[in-house]
């Protein structure tokens, strides 16, 4: 076994996945977290615009909270899709 070949025999070059498959599987994991997560922060939503009809004030104010952490969650998902840091 030569100093460029792996413990396997293959040629180093062949152990380490290329770039381009690295970038494109992370933009891949992105868009899957994001969609997936998405999707659960809808349905969060759809049950607080249920809540927001309730005539209790402190109930009301508590949907208001939630629309706010969402609509934050919504924006760091995007940016993390985006590729960008949070």
Do not use: F, Y
């Amino acid at each position: 076994m030569s100093s460029d070949e792996g413990s396997d025999g293959l040629p180093r070059q062949q152990l380490q996945p290329k770039p381009s498959t690295v970038l494109g599987e992370r933009r891949r994991l992105r868009r899957e977290l994001h969609n997936s997560a998405a999707s659960l922060i809808d349905a969060i939503g759809l049950a607080l615009n249920r809540l927001s009809e309730s005539d209790d004030p402190e109930i009301t104010a508590l949907v208001r909270e939630c629309d706010e952490v969402i609509r934050e969650i919504t924006g760091r998902l995007r940016t993390l899709e985006r590729g960008e840091d949070a």
